[in-house]
């Protein structure tokens, strides 16, 4: 059975800087694109990146573009994404999925809460 | 940005009784592979988005058949043939085929 398990989302400040990541189970992480997708409270749901299974593609959509970072670790079968010159837009359900256009998995998310 | 429309975007249905939901696309959706990936996701109260329909109309394994996906070019459609209870949430459909991928703004699905 898949699993993705997201964890490292607090409060933090704004301008602060985080690292989410995400446990893999139940599949051959190494072979599967993963993403970042993320749900502000009572809103819908927004891309923020993906990575190509040995790191060498890595896209993000704009708001995010220059202050997120999205790695991996296949040795680990982890997947992370480092925040940084964080915002209040920022708030929201961080969600770890597996693919690239698919989106065939998803975890519980992780609350990232931007606030002074 | 490929922007995606969604209606409606509330829907209150009788139990029993079939339901549909359309997503337009502001671009055309099939990619230089071939393939259209827009995609069909419920998401239930309180719970992360599961897949229901991907590449427009292949049901993923365990989603009952009284959903079902169709459409072509810019105008897609989720048909649910008759309404359960376990069909409560709000569903989205999310196209993977241009960047940045996007997604529809939601269609809440409650029984009258």
């Known amino acids: 059975e898949v699993q993705l398990v997201e964890s490292g989302g607090v409060l933090v400040q704004p301008g602060g800087s985080l690292r989410l990541s995400c446990a893999a189970s139940?599949?051959?992480?190494?072979?599967?694109?993963m993403s970042w997708v993320r749900q502000a409270p009572g809103k819908g749901l927004e891309w923020v990146a993906s990575i190509k299974q040995d790191e060498s593609e890595k896209y993000y959509v704009d708001p995010v573009k220059g202050r997120f970072t999205i790695s991996r670790d296949n040795a680990k079968n982890s997947l992370y994404l480092q925040m940084n010159s964080l915002r209040a837009e920022d708030t929201s359900l961080y969600y770890c999925?597996?693919?690239?256009?698919?989106?065939?998995?998803w975890g519980q998310g992780t609350l990232v809460t931007v606030s002074s | 940005d490929v922007v995606l429309t969604q209606s409606p975007l509330s829907l209150p249905v009788t139990l029993g009784q079939p339901a549909s939901i359309s997503c337009r696309s502001s671009q055309g959706l099939v990619h230089s592979d071939g393939n259209t990936y827009l995609n069909w996701f419920q998401q239930r109260p309180g719970q992360s988005p599961r897949r229901l329909i991907y590449q427009v109309s292949t049901r993923d394994s365990g989603v009952p058949d009284r959903f079902s996906g169709s459409g072509s070019g810019t105008d897609f459609t989720l048909k649910i043939s008759r309404v359960e209870t376990e069909d409560v949430g709000v569903f989205y459909c999310m196209q993977g085929t241009h960047w940045p991928f996007t997604f529809g703004p939601g269609t809440k699905v409650d029984i009258k």
């Open positions: 999925m597996r693919g690239l256009r698919l989106g065939d998995s």
């Open positions: 139940g599949f051959t992480f190494s072979n599967y694109w």
